[in-house]
Structure formats: C-alpha cells, structure tokens
C-alpha cells in the first residue's frame, strides 16, 4: 500500500537558518523524513517520496530504505499537485492511499488515529486553542466535516489547524485521481495535493479526524523545530521518572 510524501519544497519561511531540506532537520539523530518512512514501513506502507529542491540530500537519507524516489524538476514553479502527478501511478484503484507532507513530525499514536478510522476521505487537523491562534492553515468544520478552509479563514470561523497527513480509501480513490488529472488539464499548477480534496469537498463529504491532545509538529518555521525538541527534551526526562 502507497504512503506519496511531498518533499519537493523549498521552504523558504526557514530556509535563511537551514542550508538543507526542512525535512531532513534531525531529531535524536534522525531526520523527519526518515523517521516517518520508517514509521510507515514499521505499519506496512511503502513510502514514494516525490523531490525536488535539493533532491539529492534526501535521497542520500534515505539511500539504505526502501524508498521509492521521484523527482519534480518543476518545483520552483508547481505546488505539490505538480508533485502528486509525478506520482500518479502509484495512486492506484483498490488500495488505500496514504498522502503527507515530508516536514511533519508525528509518532504511531497519531498514525493509529488516522489508519483506525472509516472515513473514506479524511485528514488529519487539531482542534487546540493554541493551534487556532497561531497555526498556518485552517480548517472550519461541522459534524466532522470540512465546510471552510485557507490560510486567511476569520478566527471564529476557524475549528482546526491542519496537521498535513490525510488518507483516502480505495472507494474514494478512482473519483480522486480523476480530479487530479482534470486540474492538471486546466494547468492548476499552483494548486496544493489538498485543493483536489477541497474542490471535490462540494458534492462528497471531506472528515477530519481530531488529534487534539497528540503531539506533532510541521516544520514552517525554526519555532516549529525548537518545539519538537523541547517535546522529545520533556518526554525524555519524563521517562526518567
């Protein structure tokens, strides 16, 4: 079963502390992204990840995996819609697919949350007040479904940051990839992987699953990284008790 992780960006927001990949940011000696391929592989997943900026350092992390590399030349131009295209044949009719941005840090409790559910569309987001006041991308939902999203969405309208992991089941999948490529068509370019799910979001329901209470982060800004590594600071010393 197909885990597609994006990891084509620049990231430019922490680009001027960071001479690398913000998903090869090391934590306790590991990447981001190696800990999340290892994780997937860990609950049966094959891992695709899709590159672009500085390809070359993530392939040489991930060299001894078993990794599927693709490469978006393109990244400068294309958002990660461009990047999903370069990986369409691995979004395949009767298997779940698993879909994730390559800066995100998150652990086996929160993979069990997303894997455990029945949804056949849902993302991952987090209901906290202190993801709403200071997160990057916003979701407003009723009934667990998406009705609102963006990065400007007013402050009482907003009910979820968006974590940057979702799944789609098998049911969903055909519907998906058809989107996928009417989009491509109509030279969307600049669209994000989740904008197929957020335009599709009109006629068929879009869920989130709550991870309010778990820990995890998506690497934005070197804040963002500082706060994993008090996490894994507090959690070690937890540990010790």
């Known amino acids: 079963m197909p ?3 994006m990891a084509a960006g620049v990231g430019s927001r922490i680009s001027r502390h960071v001479d690398k990949p913000k998903c090869l940011l090391e934590i306790e000696g590991k990447s981001i992204v190696r800990r999340t391929v290892e994780m997937l592989a860990r609950n049966g997943l094959h891992s ?20 599927t590399f693709l490469n978006n030349p393109f990244f400068r131009v ?7 295209w370069f990986a369409r044949d691995f979004i395949r009719e009767g ?7 390559a800066d ?22 987090d209901s906290s007040i202190a993801r709403l006041e200071r997160g990057d ?26 974590v940057g992991v979702g799944r789609i089941r098998s049911s969903f999948v055909p519907l998906f990839r058809k989107k996928m490529h009417e989009m491509m068509e109509e030279e ?5 992987w989740e904008d197929i799910l957020y335009q599709l979001s009109a006629d068929h329901d879009v869920f989130v699953r709550d991870v309010s209470g778990h820990f995890w982060a998506e690497v934005d800004y070197i804040e963002d ?17």
Not at 78 to 84: F, R, Y
Not at 95 to 101: A, G, H, S, V
Not at 137 to 162: M, P, Q, S, W
């Open 3 to 5: 885990a597609i992780i």
């Open 188 to 192: 969307q370019y600049s669209s994000w």
């Open 95 to 101: 298997e779940d697919l698993y879909l994730m941005n």
């Open 48 to 67: 695709v990840v899709v590159t672009g900026y500085q390809h070359e350092q993530i392939e040489e992390n991930l060299k001894d995996l078993d990794v």
């Open 137 to 162: 991308y916003f979701f407003g939902v009723d009934g667990n479904k998406i009705v609102k999203y963006g990065k400007e969405l007013a402050r009482e309208i907003r009910t979820h940051e968006y």
């Open 104 to 125: 995100v840090f998150w652990e086996q409790d929160v993979f069990d949350l997303l894997h455990d559910e029945d949804k056949e569309v849902l993302l991952l987001a």
């Open 225 to 241: 990284y500082e706060r994993i590594m008090h996490y894994i600071y507090k959690s070690r010393e937890e540990g010790k008790r």
């Open 78 to 84: 294309t958002n990660s819609l461009g990047s999903l």
